[in-house]
Structures are given as structure tokens and as C-alpha cells.
């Protein structure tokens, strides 16, 4: 069974730094393409960063371009997301996601697991 285990999230005030880890199990985690994606209240699920199998390359949404900064460690099957100038806009439950299709994915409906999310809340 695939686990997906996302920690890290917190309150922060606007301007501040956080950073998210997800820590896989039950699969060899160097075969999958791994994303973070956000889902704010009210709102639907929306992409966030992407890191290919071996690292080498990321994809980010425009609105945390610069910001945001996914890597992997695939001794460690972990994957984090570096989150630097955080806005009141950025709050929402992170989840990290796994990919085991050919191509890096931006849209949600290629991932095959999923993590239960961890609260991100960006005070003003």
C-alpha cells in the first residue's frame, strides 16, 4: 500500500517561510514523478510544483514562480516544497502526489496516490 505523508504546514505571517516535506512508503519512490498541489476553501484542487524521477526537472504554477522551490531526495523517498514570501493568497491544504506515468503532469487527474494534505495559513 502506497503512503504519502505530508508535514510541515503551520501559521506563518505574510512574508514568511515554510517548508513542506512528504514522505513516501510502500513504493520505489525513484520511479515517480511527484507534484504538490493546493486546495483553498471554496476553491478546486490547484497545481502547484512538479519534480521529475530523477530531479533534473520542475515545473512550478506562475503564482509561485520565484517564491517556491520543490526537490527530492530519493535516498530519503521524500520530496519538499521550499515556500519563501508567503502571501495571505497561499493558504490552503498542500498535498503532495505521486505520478507513474511517462511525462511530468501538471493536472491532477494523472496522479495515481495522493497524500492526506497539511494545512498551510498565511496570516496578513
Known amino acids: 500500500q502506497v503512503q504519502l505523508v505530508e508535514s510541515g504546514g503551520g501559521l506563518v505571517r505574510s512574508g514568511g517561510s515554510l517548508r513542506l516535506s512528504c514522505a513516501a512508503s510502500?513504493?520505489?519512490?525513484?520511479?515517480?514523478?511527484m507534484g504538490w498541489f493546493r486546495q483553498a476553501p471554496g476553491k478546486e484542487r490547484e497545481f502547484v510544483a512538479v519534480i521529475s524521477r530523477s530531479g533534473r526537472i520542475t515545473d512550478y504554477a506562475d503564482s509561485v514562480k520565484g517564491r517556491f522551490t520543490i526537490s527530492r531526495d530519493n535516498a530519503k523517498n521524500t520530496v519538499y516544497l521550499q515556500m519563501n514570501g508567503l502571501k495571505p493568497e497561499d493558504t490552503a491544504v498542500y498535498y503532495c502526489?505521486?505520478?507513474?506515468?511517462?511525462?511530468?503532469?501538471?493536472?491532477?487527474?494523472?496522479?495515481?496516490?495522493w497524500g492526506q494534505g497539511t494545512q498551510v495559513t498565511v496570516s496578513s
Open positions: 502526489a505521486a505520478d507513474s506515468g511517462l511525462n511530468v503532469a501538471v493536472a491532477p487527474q494523472w496522479y495515481n496516490y
Open positions: 510502500g513504493r520505489t519512490f525513484s520511479t515517480d514523478h
